[in-house]
Nanobody, 121 residues
Framework: QVQLVESGGGLVQAGGSLRLSCAGS????????MGWFRQAPGKEREFVAS????????YYADFVKGRFTISRDKTKNTLYLQMNSLNPEDTAVYYC??????????????WGQGTPVNVSS
């Protein structure tokens, strides 16, 4: 049963921008804090950003501060990640998750299937 669906990934040149979206159902979106994670080839999945249900608390990994912005639209049950000034080190599969907050992947019960982002130099 599909509960979270990411989109918006693709190929972009270094310095470019992408906006990722994550569409959820009421079950996986409403009332939950949510987050974005990423996993590069050969590496563990890592925290990127999180946002509270009320959107009044946001947190970012140090390596994306000032470049990425997380947001959510409750009317559309959708989570976003605006990514600017992309560099090749940002190449990874990006996942959205809901049901928790913080950096620990084990605390999030709901996950999307991921959307790939490839940044060329």
């Amino acid at each position: 049963q599909v509960q979270l669906v990411e989109s918006g990934g693709g190929l972009v040149q270094a310095g470019g921008s992408l906006r990722l979206s994550c569409a959820g159902s009421r079950r996986t979106f409403s009332g939950y804090d949510m987050g974005w994670f990423r996993q590069a080839p050969g590496k563990e999945r890592e925290f990127v950003a999180s946002i509270s249900w009320t959107a009044d608390s946001v947190y970012y990994a140090d390596f994306v501060k000032g470049r990425f912005t997380i947001s959510r639209d409750k009317t559309k049950n959708t989570l976003y990640l605006q990514m600017n000034s992309l560099n090749p080190e940002d190449t990874a599969v990006y996942y959205c998750a809901s049901g928790s907050t913080g950096t620990d992947t084990n605390r999030y019960p709901y996950w999307g299937q991921g959307t790939p982002v490839n940044v060329s130099s």
